[in-house]
């Protein structure tokens, strides 16, 4: 473990009583001062391992590190974490000052320097003025930044956040995540953000833990997981993909719905089985003769910055299309698209077979292929 790595789990698995394990032998490592999503569906583990690092439950097998240190038995209330909860956990008949200093008043700590520090934890949450104001007064972008004061007040070297923006309406839970990200980096310290909301993840994370069925399924930087996808769950449930069986015939060479394509990917053996990804964006709408699919437009909505278009090709794949350009429903269009729009997943890869298959490639091929 390097001195950059503050959390570090070693095949852990939680499991209660006779059911399933929640996680099943999960092994990663987080680097200070990043911020980090677990993301995955209602019931994958995500909220578990959150459960995990802040000592609210303990591990059934493995070891968990803080600091180079091993904290399975260390009680919650002595780790170096703050947990910012879904309904955020205020106290109503505390005020605004009172619901941030709750902590330090437990510390014992003196007047001034509890007055002080919770002004500072306010300011940074821009909410200076406010430390009189009625907790029932706050709304709930308001509410939701009194919670983070409270948690970064204690000064913690991780802050656990516990899909702290579900409960807010779309406009404001945009505005809080440019606010908890620039936070983020204004503090310098870890975050562990938990969302089953992809766009969230995307947008605010430095490394994306993808979870599913209690095991991380991939990790990596937003672009990376965005572009790379190493299986259908991934693929399909980061953003949207159009995703078909097909061949790989050669390095750069790949079979799909009856027809060869160029690609940008290797490794894989002749003719081998495997499923195609190409994003909804990637797929430009074009003549027939001009087009490397032909397909009917079967519906169109309008999604604001683009058209969402439903097709169909005569082998009765369906191809999602999001494009600025209209295209009437029942008539047959072209699809373009580059060879770098193909993603090609090799069947049952793990991460670490598929980094190892990326560290092949030639250096300044596209990231697109892997």
Not at 79 to 90: E, G, I, M
Request: net charge negative; aromatic share 10%; with cysteine.
């Amino acid at each position: 473990m390097t001195n950059d790595v503050i959390i570090q789990f070693k095949n852990v698995t939680k499991q209660y009583d006779n059911d399933p394990p929640v996680l099943g032998d999960v092994s990663f490592e987080i680097e200070r001062g990043k911020f980090y999503t677990l993301l995955g569906p209602s019931g994958c583990g995500k909220t578990t391992i959150l459960r995990l690092i802040a000592g609210f439950t303990e591990p059934s097998i493995g070891e968990i590190y803080f600091n180079n240190k091993n904290i399975n038995h260390v009680p919650a209330n002595k780790r170096q974490v703050n947990t910012v909860f879904q309904d955020y956990a205020l106290f109503p008949h505390l005020n605004v000052f009172e619901n941030v200093a709750f902590g330090l008043r437990i510390k014992k700590l003196k007047n001034a320097e509890i007055t002080a520090k919770v002004k500072e934890a306010l300011s940074f949450v821009n909410l200076a003025g406010y430390e009189n104001r009625e907790i029932r007064e706050m709304s709930g972008g308001q509410k939701q930044r009194v919670a983070i004061a409270r948690a970064i007040v204690n000064e913690p070297e991780v802050i656990l956040l516990d899909e702290p923006l579900s409960a807010l309406d779309l406009k404001l839970r945009t505005e809080m995540q440019y606010e908890l990200r620039e936070l983020q980096r204004r503090l310098g310290i870890t975050f562990i953000f938990v969302t089953h909301d992809q766009e969230e993840a995307l947008a605010m994370s430095d490394e994306i833990f993808v979870i599913n069925e209690g095991k991380i399924q991939q990790s990596g930087t937003p672009t990376d997981i965005y572009d790379e996808p190493i299986n259908r769950f991934v693929a399909d449930f980061i953003g949207e993909s159009n995703i078909v069986k097909g061949k790989m015939m050669n390095d750069y060479l790949v079979e799909f719905v009856g027809r060869e394509f160029e690609c940008v990917d290797k490794g894989f053996n002749e003719n081998e089985t495997v499923e195609i990804v190409i994003r909804p964006e990637d797929l430009e709408i074009t003549a027939l003769d001009r087009g490397k699919l032909q397909v009917k437009v079967d519906s169109q909505l309008f999604r604001g910055v683009h058209y969402e278009i439903c097709c169909y090709d005569k082998d009765g794949n369906e191809w999602l299309v999001h494009s600025t350009k209209k295209a009437a429903v029942d008539t047959e269009i072209g699809l373009y698209f580059d060879p770098e729009a193909i993603h090609v997943m090799r069947l049952g890869e793990t991460e670490e077979e598929f980094d190892r298959r990326l560290e092949t490639y030639v250096d300044g091929a596209s990231h697109h292929g892997k």
